[in-house]
């Protein structure tokens, strides 16, 4: 089953089995005198006060597999209460993995790589469920740039350290290498929406992040 | 004088001396079938495309100080290229400093504080200009829950530590002992927008950021 939980989006590729515009819609938020912004943050905030609507929908599906469609502004979701309550009401009755996927665009330049690899890492600590990063769009060019970043992640450390001076050094090398070690711990899979590439390596990931004999987290 | 740089806001508290939205607004582009995410997306773009007339502008001006305000959205300034392009043509000829608010009703749960102190990090790697960290609404009642947080921040590893299990909690400690290394680096300050509380403590700050001779960052 695939689930809609963007409250701003106008329509969906898929036929949702649950959609979370039935509790409110942006649209009509700001159809009411708010602005995109301040809709998305109200919207939020009404589909956290019915999240015992929403996990009671999404919970008595009966799927193998359940898909949730978060929507694309990542503070919506995991800065405010909305995603964490959601997927503390889901993990409790079955098995949750998240899935961070990682645009090749923001990923391709040394401070949008160390962006990249930190929000999967946040997402771990937020959502409290085993977490897999993907790198979508792997058939557009910018991909082997993030190839020879994240095939030498400590170089990262030094290209800061060129850039800047100063107490931020130190630091900033010592984040990426915590960085480089995380995402050696999650093992960062390619995949194309578009050609179908590294689906079934997705696959295998959620099915051993979901597996608790390992040491995946 | 102030810059208003968010094309989604419908009214600003101030009168700006040079507001983005004289390129672009949410508004009109979601009147054009865009949905308020897709909009601000795009509006992030054009910006882009147009950032040397909005930084022509910001540089004419002439003022001691001048204020940016940036998108309520973080993803839409610092993950985009907009704010980094934006920083990079004004630091050039002014000193720039960027300042992170964060919101105490974010930071009074465990995972919230990771974030919460993890986003000026990134500011700092990703704008590459000083950054100074406020907490602002220090008239919450949330306050003084952020403060137990902050006074003994290696608990935080502990607590997810105690939540978790497998890898993500070494990883995480260490990580939440990066972030007290940080923000003692960093110095964060409490300010009331409302009642005026640390607005002479922020201004050192951004005084002491602005004076090279210092360690700050």
């Keep these: 089953s695939y689930i809609n939980m963007d409250p701003g989006v106008y329509s969906t590729p898929y036929h949702p089995s649950y959609d979370v515009?039935?509790?409110?819609?942006?649209?009509?938020l700001m159809e009411n005198g708010l602005g995109p912004n301040g809709g998305m943050i109200r919207a939020a905030e009404i589909i956290e006060e019915n999240m015992h609507i929403?996990?009671?929908?999404?919970?008595s599906l009966n799927?193998?597999?359940?898909?949730?469609?978060?929507?694309?502004?990542?503070?919506l979701f995991l800065f405010r209460p909305m995603g964490p309550r959601l997927i503390e009401d889901?993990?409790?009755?079955?098995q949750t993995v998240s899935v961070y996927i990682i645009d090749p665009t923001l990923a391709s330049s040394s401070s949008g790589l160390a962006i990249s690899l930190t929000l999967p890492l946040i997402t771990r600590l937020r959502?409290?469920?085993?977490?897999?990063?993907?790198?979508?769009?792997?058939?557009?060019?910018?991909?082997s740039k993030v190839e020879r970043f994240m095939e030498n992640i400590s170089n990262l450390g030094d290209e800061i350290a060129r850039e800047d001076a100063g107490l931020i050094?130190?630091?900033?090398?010592?984040?990426?290498?915590?960085?480089?070690?995380?995402?050696?711990?999650?093992?960062i899979v390619k995949?194309?929406?578009?050609?179908g590439e590294g689906m079934n390596e997705l696959y295998t990931l959620i099915h051993e992040a979901l597996c608790e004999c390992g040491d995946l987290m």
């Design 127 to 143: 959502l409290k469920v085993p977490t897999v990063s993907v790198i979508n769009k792997s058939d557009m060019p910018e991909i």
């Design 54 to 59: 929403v996990s009671g929908k999404i919970n």
């Design 191 to 195: 995949t194309s929406a578009k050609t």
């Design 21 to 28: 515009r039935e509790i409110v819609t942006v649209e009509k």
């Design 90 to 94: 889901i993990a409790r009755y079955s």
């Design 63 to 75: 799927s193998d597999f359940i898909l949730i469609d978060t929507p694309g502004q990542i503070e």
């Design 169 to 187: 050094t130190d630091l900033a090398s010592r984040y990426i290498q915590l960085l480089n070690e995380f995402s050696k711990t999650m093992r």
